[in-house]
Nanobody, 125 residues
Framework: QVQLVESGGGLVQGGGSLRLSCAAS????????MGWFRQAPGKERKFVAR????????YYADSVKGRFTISRDNAKNTVYLQMNSLKPEDTAVYYC??????????????????WGQGTQVTVSS
């Protein structure tokens, strides 16, 4: 099993920045890819970004490309999501996820095996 704990959410004004963290524990050696998703009130959960643990390959949703950056610290078993130029439409609960299997794009929720509890991000206009 892998446990994921997100932190770093909060309230920020439009145009501001936040950095989310996701600390993984347990069988972290089994992780192949990690990602961030978000879910706004009344809407479906959507993919934001992902990183492949070995090699660091990244992939982003079009809506955040150029504004958000996903990175990882292997020594700390932690993934980060640096969010810049935030907009009110970025308001959502942000979830961290981890997957064990190779050969996946890791852009869809059903490709992941473990999920965190989520952290709220609110962007005011």
């Amino acid at each position: 099993q892998v446990q994921l704990v997100e932190s770093g959410g909060g309230l920020v004004q439009g145009g501001g920045s936040l950095r989310l963290s996701c600390a993984a524990s347990g069988r972290t050696f089994s992780i192949y890819g990690m990602g961030w998703f978000r879910q706004a009130p009344g809407k479906e959960r959507k993919f934001v970004a992902r990183i492949i643990w070995s090699g660091g390959s990244t992939y982003y949703a079009d809506s955040v490309k150029g504004r958000f950056t996903i990175s990882r610290d292997n020594a700390k078993n932690t993934v980060y999501l640096q969010m810049n130029s935030l907009k009110p439409e970025d308001t959502a609960v942000y979830y961290c996820a981890a997957g064990r299997r190779s050969g996946r794009l890791y852009a869809q929720g059903n490709e992941y095996d473990y999920w965190g509890q989520g952290t709220q991000v609110t962007v005011s206009s």
